[in-house]
C-alpha cells in the first residue's frame, strides 16, 4: 500500500506561483511513475504532469512552460511548481503514484486562481 499526500495549494492571482507537493509513505519503493492531474467543477479529471523514477517528464499542453514538475526520490516526495497562473487552471490537483500493477491516489488539494 501506498500513502500519498498533497499540499500548497491555495488563493492565487492570476500570474502570480504556486507550489504543491506531495509525500508518498508505505511501500513508496515500488513507485514507478508519479503525475499530477487536476479535475475542475464539472469536468473529467486531467493529466498535468507525469515524471518517471528516472526523471522524464510529460506536460499537458495546456501547461509546458508554465509548470514543472520534479522528485526527490530520497525524500519520498513530488512537487509541482506552477508559474503564471491562469484563472483556467482553477481545479483540485491529485497527485498518483504507480507501482506495477497498482494506481494510487491522493485526497486532492485546491488551487484557485483569481482574475
Known amino acids: 500500500q501506498v500513502q500519498l499526500v498533497e499540499s500548497g495549494g491555495g488563493l492565487v492571482q492570476a500570474g502570480g506561483s504556486l507550489r504543491l507537493s506531495c509525500v508518498a509513505s508505505?511501500?513508496?519503493?515500488?513507485?514507478?511513475?508519479m503525475g499530477w492531474y487536476r479535475q475542475a467543477p464539472g469536468k473529467q479529471r486531467d493529466l498535468v504532469a507525469t515524471?518517471?523514477?528516472?526523471?522524464?517528464?510529460n506536460y499537458a499542453d495546456s501547461v509546458k512552460g508554465r509548470f514543472t514538475i520534479s522528485r526527490d526520490n530520497a525524500k519520498n516526495t513530488m512537487y509541482l511548481q506552477m508559474n503564471s497562473l491562469k484563472p483556467e487552471d482553477t481545479a483540485v490537483y491529485y497527485c498518483?503514484?504507480?507501482?506495477?500493477?497498482?494506481?494510487?491516489w491522493g485526497q486532492g488539494t485546491p488551487v484557485t486562481v483569481s482574475s
Open positions: 515524471i518517471t523514477s528516472g526523471g522524464t517528464t
Open positions: 508505505g511501500s513508496s519503493f515500488s513507485i514507478n511513475a
Open positions: 498518483n503514484a504507480r507501482t506495477r500493477y497498482v494506481a494510487y
